[in-house]
């Protein structure tokens, strides 16, 4: 049997809705159920254009559903031109993510695996520290920053981006740092060459003034994942690509630490030799890494 696809609307506690695509195998799904006893299902994050085009590792669905775990790949506020049109407030996406894994509940699976790419890793890391729901047994993360605005700061002084992490930052303060509901809070701006070398679209990201204060900025701890992945409880997988040219690759061993010295037991990182943020070509071993972990846990 092939891996169907279901499109899923999820409505937030606040009335947010956002579609979600639910990928899975039946006959392996009943295969798992019969030999665990339990019905696991993933909820994947993805990164931070958070279209079913791009951001969300597409290679990954299919054959984790075909390991016998559906997953079901989540829209949050996060994505597409939620950071440009101001729905893209950090901890209020959690709701969204709150909204997937209640539908899967809904649908009979009890046990839930939270993924993340990028970003989407640091929202999905965000989400376990603060609701230690039961039914989530496990975190997944690939590509997870030490935290959103390192990870901005680094590139930015990296590539030489204009304007500099530090002059924006004191810029947006003064506008609307006490006061992130302030009428200027949605203006948008452009942060040129800082993921990448050039002037280029591509190499540019584009933010309101409250986007990136609640997640790029110097005091937006929810998306520093350093200062959440202690308070998680549930075992943790970090896939690390070791040539990622947004993270920097000894982030995943930094928060490996983290979590381990806050008294985790369960924390494990697997490098992806030559693997860059993407995963591209690499995509084997990565999933290999995923799916062995998720055998040994869902």
Not at 35 to 57: K, P, Y
Not at 223 to 232: L, N, S, W
Not at 276 to 295: G, N, Q, Y
Request: proline fraction near 6%; glycine fraction near 8%; include cysteine.
């Amino acid at each position: 049997m092939a891996v169907e696809r279901h499109l899923v609307s999820l409505t937030a506690e606040d009335g947010e809705t956002h579609d979600a695509l639910l990928e899975v195998d039946e006959r392996a799904a009943r295969a798992r159920h019969r030999s665990t006893g339990r019905r696991t299902a993933v909820v994947h994050v993805h990164g931070i254009m958070g279209n079913f085009l791009v951001g969300t590792l597409r290679f990954l669905p299919a054959p984790i559903a075909r390991a016998g775990f559906p997953i079901l790949v989540c829209e949050t506020r996060m994505g597409n031109v939620g950071q440009l049109f101001g729905d893209a407030i950090f901890d209020d996406a959690l709701r969204d993510i709150a909204a997937a894994i209640r539908w899967l509940r809904e649908q009979s699976y009890d046990q839930i695996i939270l993924s993340g790419y990028s970003s989407g890793a640091t929202l999905a890391t965000r989400f376990a520290a603060v609701h230690h729901d039961p039914a989530v047994r496990g975190l997944l993360c690939l590509g997870n920053p030490w935290g959103l605005p390192q990870s901005l700061q680094r590139r930015a002084e990296r590539y030489g981006a204009r304007p500099k992490y530090r002059d924006l930052a004191s810029h947006v303060r003064r506008a609307i740092g006490h006061d992130p509901n302030d009428a200027d809070a949605d203006r948008m701006f452009v942060i040129e060459q800082s993921r990448g070398p050039t002037q280029q679209p591509h190499d540019s990201e584009v933010y309101t003034y409250r986007t990136w204060w609640t997640s790029r900025g110097p005091n937006a701890t929810e998306a520093m994942a350093f200062r959440q992945i202690g308070q998680v409880w549930a075992p943790i997988l970090l896939v690390q690509g070791t040539a990622d040219e947004i993270v920097d690759p000894e982030e995943a061993w930094a928060l490996a630490d983290v979590a381990s010295k806050a008294g985790n037991p369960d924390v494990q990182v697997v490098p992806i030799p030559g693997a860059k943020h993407s995963f591209k070509d690499r995509e084997i071993p990565t999933l290999e890494a995923a799916i062995r972990w998720l055998r040994d846990h869902g």
